[in-house]
C-alpha cells in the first residue's frame, strides 16, 4: 500500500527525503491549477510554464524550511502567487484584487429582479430561479462541446480577481478557507467574487439555454 500523500505530515516528510514518488503526486494533482493561476498575472502560456517550473524548484528548494505554519499546499500557492506577480509586474499586466465593501452583493448591470434579495434568509443574493437543466436533455441542446467552449470564453472575460476564485473553487474544488488563505481575502470578498463570476457566466449562457427550451 502507497503512502497517504494526502497527509501533511507524510508528503512533508518523503519531499525532504527526495522522494520522487511524492514530487511526481504534487505535479500530477496541482500542476494544472497552478498554470490556470500563474495565467491571471503573466501574458503567455510559455511564461506561465516558466512561472511554474520555477516554483516547482522553489518547492524543491525550500522543502527544508517549510515550517508548517499552513498547509503545504498553501504555501505552495503562496510561492506561485508571489513569483507570478513578480513577473507580471516586469510586464506591466498586474491587476490587483478589487476593493469591495463587504456588504456590497449588487452585480452592476444585471437586472436585480433575477436574484433573491441581500436580506433573504437562506440564500441573500444568489439567483432567483435555478438555472435551466440543459444537461438532463442534451437531444435539445448544444453539444456538450459546444457548450464547454462557451462556458470557457465566458471564464476568459472575467476579471483576474473574478476568474482566480472561479477556478479555484469550481474547477480546482477548493474550499472556501482555502481560497481565502491563498488570495489573502475575506469570506466576504471571496464570496461576492464567486457570486459574480458565476453570475456572468450564467448570463452569458443565458441566450443560448433559453433559445433551446
Not at 3 to 11: F, M, S
Not at 64 to 79: C, G, I, Q
Not at 178 to 183: A, G, M
Request: glycine share 6%; hydrophobic share 40%; charged share 30%.
Amino acid at each position: 500500500m502507497g503512502a497517504d500523500y494526502d497527509d501533511d505530515a507524510v508528503l512533508v516528510a518523503a519531499l525532504r527525503l527526495g522522494d520522487t514518488t511524492a514530487f511526481e503526486w504534487m505535479v500530477d494533482r496541482y500542476h494544472g491549477s497552478l498554470r490556470r493561476l500563474a495565467l491571471n498575472y503573466v501574458a503567455t502560456g510559455a511564461v506561465a510554464d516558466e512561472v511554474v517550473q520555477e516554483t516547482w524548484l522553489a518547492l524543491i528548494q525550500g522543502i527544508d524550511r517549510f515550517e508548517r505554519r499552513s498547509t503545504l499546499k498553501t504555501w505552495l500557492y503562496r510561492v506561485l502567487m508571489n513569483k507570478a506577480r513578480t513577473r507580471g509586474l516586469r510586464e506591466q499586466r498586474t491587476r490587483p484584487f478589487s476593493s469591495l465593501d463587504g456588504d456590497d452583493l449588487t452585480l452592476s448591470g444585471f437586472d436585480p429582479d433575477r436574484f433573491r434579495p441581500a436580506d433573504d434568509p437562506e440564500w441573500p443574493g444568489h439567483w432567483a430561479a435555478p438555472p435551466t437543466p440543459w444537461q438532463e436533455q442534451p437531444d435539445r441542446h448544444l453539444e456538450a462541446t459546444a457548450t464547454l467552449d462557451l462556458v470557457r470564453e465566458a471564464v476568459a472575460e472575467l476579471p483576474p480577481n473574478q476568474r482566480q476564485v472561479m477556478a479555484l473553487r469550481d474547477i480546482d474544488g477548493w474550499t472556501s478557507d482555502e481560497v481565502c488563505n491563498v488570495l489573502g481575502l475575506s469570506q466576504t470578498n471571496q464570496r461576492v467574487l464567486l457570486h459574480r463570476a458565476r453570475a456572468k457566466v450564467r448570463l452569458a449562457l443565458d441566450p443560448t439555454l433559453e433559445s433551446a427550451t
